[in-house]
């Protein structure tokens, strides 16, 4: 028993000193960057999953993102984040409530908008395998963050082979949650106006304004 347990002990401490920076990976990550990169807005409903198995948790929501350049909103079930670049708003319409805070495009916080570019800052890369969903082909790629510290110790990416397209994100942190965010409907020909990413009072009348700035 003794032997197994080292045996799993060495099989972590490797595939964590093996997370560098693998050139497979970053061929497919630079790959896919410049796909998303190369869309001036684009459109897609998402699947956000919440899982621990030692709290018995198992959530799920679905909502929809719509990204242009730093721009971004996010429509989940309970709430929406609108952010247009300098300004985060966070909607909670069941408490009529919005709370407004500066964006920090500095944070290590995961931005929606720009997780196709998560790896080129404080992360290493590694090329896991290919494997198939769906009778789609995906690369598996895991994201270890260079500081130990992080929020998250590990992101693992899936990326459609054939287009470079992303079709889901994992988050796991160190208390047992896994965060997953998975793509459908993707429509990389959605025009938006730059108003759409800003949050306006006069709209929603009877809302308490929290300014957090």
Do not use: C
């Not at 997370?19 to 410049?34: C, F, S, V, W």
């Not at 079709?167 to 965010?181: A, E, I, L, V």
Request: no cysteine; charged share 30%.
């Amino acid at each position: 028993m003794r032997k197994l347990v080292f045996a799993a002990v060495l099989a972590v401490l490797g595939s964590n000193a093996f997370a560098q920076y693998d050139p497979k990976a970053l061929e497919i990550l630079d790959a896919m960057a410049k796909k998303y990169k190369a869309i001036p807005s684009f459109e897609a409903n998402i699947s956000y999953t919440l899982t621990n198995e030692v709290e018995k948790i198992n959530e799920e929501f679905k909502g929809k993102i719509t990204v242009k350049g730093d721009k971004y909103r996010l429509a989940l079930p309970e709430q929406e984040v609108i952010n247009d670049g300098t300004t985060v708003w966070t909607y909670l319409p069941e408490a009529k409530e919005v709370n407004i805070d500066n964006f920090d495009k500095n944070s290590d916080d995961i931005n929606p908008s720009k997780i196709y570019e998560i790896y080129k800052k404080n992360y290493k890369y590694l090329y896991i395998q290919d494997k198939t969903e769906a009778g789609v082909v995906l690369e598996e790629i895991d994201l270890v963050p260079e500081k130990k510290d992080a929020q998250f110790f590990k992101i693992k990416m899936l990326i459609n082979k054939k287009d470079k397209s992303i079709s889901s994100w994992t988050m796991f942190d160190k208390s047992g949650n896994r965060y997953k965010y998975s793509i459908a409907k993707f429509n990389p020909a959605v025009k938006t106006e730059d108003s759409f990413f800003t949050f306006d009072t006069k709209k929603h009348p009877g809302v308490e304004v929290v300014d957090l700035r």
